[in-house]
């Protein structure tokens, strides 16, 4: 009988293995593993991260492909691109845990189409306050350092416009700027647009205006946008903010769009949305009133 019953067990960790990769044991395997720049290795070691902390291990091999070909268990998943909801405890290191597979994903993106080093605005970051968006804002540049990778805080008065060509149309005259630089003061009493950033961070009132359309809840499409990051994501998705959170998730018009939420609790809003969208996340989202 017991025969038996370790056999079923064995059989379900066998089943588990096909279905979710193994976990990070140390960071040197975003390396050997998920091929991720020699320059990105090196600004995590420079910052004394040794070992991955436990929402590290477990997130990103989900979120970062094998440098291989697909694994086994990236194709069982059945989207490489997966969406992912992790919930761990505050001070756990869930900022570098989203952080690290955006970073790889614009670099290894660029590497593929020979990119010249354009900026097209490749993730959006949203975080509830201005503090904890100046923090992502620091630890995405430390962690972009020398990768050409642009990380841009919003800051009162920037705006995006429709396509990401416009903006650098707009913005030609300006001169080259490299990762790890301030972002760009606005000017008083007009609108600047974000220029050239890879990487932006936000809190959802900022970010919506700067979307604005001006008409109703119309706001400016932002196709080029590959991942949206939830920080926080409890406190995005509660009253207070949730109106903003699902007008930029909105906004986000790619159908390859990876939404990645981060959360130290597991609020009912959170799961409601997790039930909701993650099934049928391409289509507009359209929550109740009540949570
Ligand atoms: P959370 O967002 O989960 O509350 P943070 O991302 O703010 O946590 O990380 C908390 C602290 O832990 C930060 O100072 C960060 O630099 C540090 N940290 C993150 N990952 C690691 C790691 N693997 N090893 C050591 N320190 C880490
Ligand atoms: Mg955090």
């Given at each position: 009988k017991?025969?038996k019953?370790?056999?079923?067990?064995q059989?379900a960790?066998?089943?588990?293995?096909?279905?979710?990769?193994?976990p990070?044991?140390?960071?040197?395997?975003?390396?050997?593993t998920?091929?991720?720049?020699?320059?990105?290795?090196?600004?995590?070691?420079?910052q004394?991260?040794?070992?991955?902390?436990?929402?590290?291990?477990?997130?990103?091999?989900?979120?970062?492909?094998p440098?291989?070909?697909?694994?086994?268990?990236?194709?069982?998943?059945?989207?490489?691109?997966?969406?992912?909801?992790?919930?761990?405890?505050?001070?756990?290191?869930k900022?570098?845990?989203?952080?690290?597979?955006?970073?790889?994903?614009?670099?290894?993106r660029?590497?593929?189409?020979?990119?010249?080093?354009?900026?097209h605005?490749?993730?959006?970051i949203?975080?509830?306050?201005?503090?904890?968006?100046?923090?992502?804002?620091?630890?995405?540049?430390?962690?972009?350092?020398?990768?050409?990778?642009?990380?841009?805080?919003?800051?009162?008065?920037?705006?995006?416009?429709?396509?990401?060509?416009?903006?650098?149309?707009?913005?030609?005259?300006e001169?080259?700027?490299?990762?790890?630089?301030?972002?760009?003061?606005?000017?008083?009493?007009?609108?600047?647009?974000?220029?050239?950033?890879?990487?932006?961070?936000?809190?959802?009132?900022?970010?919506l205006?700067?979307?604005?359309?001006?008409s109703?809840?119309?706001?400016?499409?932002?196709?080029?946008?590959?991942?949206?990051v939830?920080?926080?994501?409890?406190?995005?998705?509660?009253?207070?903010?949730?109106?903003?959170?699902?007008?930029?998730?909105?906004?986000?018009t790619?159908?390859?769009?990876?939404?990645?939420?981060?959360s130290?609790?597991?609020?009912?809003?959170?799961?409601?949305?997790?039930?909701?969208?993650?099934t049928?996340?391409?289509?507009?989202?359209?929550?109740?009133?009540?949570?």
């Amino acid at each position: 009988k017991k025969v038996k019953g370790d056999k079923k067990a064995q059989s379900a960790k066998e089943e588990h293995k096909q279905l979710y990769p193994q976990p990070l044991t140390t960071f040197g395997e975003l390396k050997t593993t998920y091929g991720i720049s020699r320059r990105m290795a090196e600004n995590l070691a420079d910052q004394g991260y040794k070992i991955p902390t436990e929402v590290q291990m477990g997130s990103l091999p989900l979120l970062l492909q094998p440098s291989t070909a697909l694994g086994e268990s990236a194709s069982e998943l059945g989207d490489a691109n997966v969406d992912l909801l992790s919930i761990a405890p505050t001070g756990s290191g869930k900022t570098l845990a989203f952080l690290i597979p955006v970073v790889n994903g614009i670099i290894q993106r660029r590497r593929q189409n020979e990119d010249k080093g354009e900026h097209h605005l490749e993730a959006i970051i949203v975080a509830p306050t201005k503090e904890l968006a100046s923090q992502i804002v620091n630890e995405a540049k430390k962690l972009s350092i020398g990768t050409g990778v642009k990380v841009v805080g919003m800051r009162k008065g920037m705006r995006l416009t429709r396509s990401q060509d416009e903006v650098e149309k707009e913005s030609s005259g300006e001169s080259e700027e490299d990762s790890g630089d301030e972002a760009e003061e606005p000017c008083k009493g007009s609108s600047q647009p974000v220029s050239k950033a890879d990487i932006l961070v936000a809190t959802p009132g900022l970010l919506l205006g700067s979307i604005s359309t001006g008409s109703g809840d119309q706001h400016t499409p932002l196709p080029t946008v590959q991942t949206l990051v939830l920080d926080e994501a409890d406190v995005l998705l509660d009253p207070l903010f949730r109106d903003q959170t699902l007008g930029i998730w909105n906004s986000c018009t790619n159908p390859e769009l990876r939404v990645t939420l981060w959360s130290a609790t597991m609020g009912s809003n959170i799961e409601t949305l997790a039930s909701s969208t993650i099934t049928s996340r391409r289509s507009k989202l359209d929550l109740p009133t009540t949570s």
